[in-house]
């Protein structure tokens, strides 16, 4: 999967994620969770949002985040690099401007937005060249955010869950990488530390919230069809993994029986503000 820049240049994404997001974006959008009320309560404080302001929201899915900054009264402009979920995003949010590119070459003009937001999508980025981006379209003073649902593995099913997701894909041959690093990203990168090294923003701050998305089983699988290594998995592999999260489903203690439940989350998000 490639974009493009305002010059034309070709600009490459992760393939784990363009393989993935690609057969996933229905998925991704009928499974993955929104966001809390108090998030967006933050953002807006924090980023200063509202009518008058333009923000871009940086690898947007299929929406998830984009349709909740429309509500804050500012123009919204979503750029993301992966077709299947720009179009879905482009179908659910009508009011957005919506553009093909990627973190490290962003197709706005220098200044261009008062805030960029970043929901589920930094792990993937070139940090220092996509910080360096980010800066450039920002406006002086302009505000940073980066944005994770985090599943709350102190919860056992949870945690239960997510090893599934692993261990399904660790054991795909295709997947040597995968077998390596036990996911196609690095994990326990300190983000605010990032920031500082990149020397364009303002310390970052952090804060975290805690809440529950409610699901059923049915949901629960498309959830974990939804995960980048997973979608992109050889059909009898990906099937033997949903399997798995069936019977999870239907057999853990915490949720055998239940026709809802919560999938808990933590809400994690660092934000900060460009130096003049």
Known sequence: MTGRDLGGSAMTVHDAAAKGFERGAADYEAARPGYPPELVELLATE?????????????????????????????VVAVEPVAAMRATLATLVPDAGVLDGTAEAIPLPDAAVDAVVVAQAFHWFEPQAALGEIRRVLRPGGGLALVWNVRDESVDWVRRFGQVLVDGAAGDESSAAFRATGKPYDEGIDYAASIAASGRFTAAERRVIPWAQTVDADLLVRRAA???????????????????????????????GKDQFGFPYLTTVFWCRAHD
């Open 47 to 75: 980023l200063s949002l509202g009518a008058g302001r333009r923000i871009l929201d940086l690898a947007a899915g299929t929406g998830k985040l984009t349709r909740v900054l429309g509500a804050t009264g500012a123009e």
């Open 226 to 256: 939804s995960t980048s290594f997973v979608s992109a998995l050889p059909d009898d592999t990906r099937a033997a993994v949903l399997d798995e999260v069936r019977d999870l489903a239907r057999t853990h203690p915490d949720l055998r």
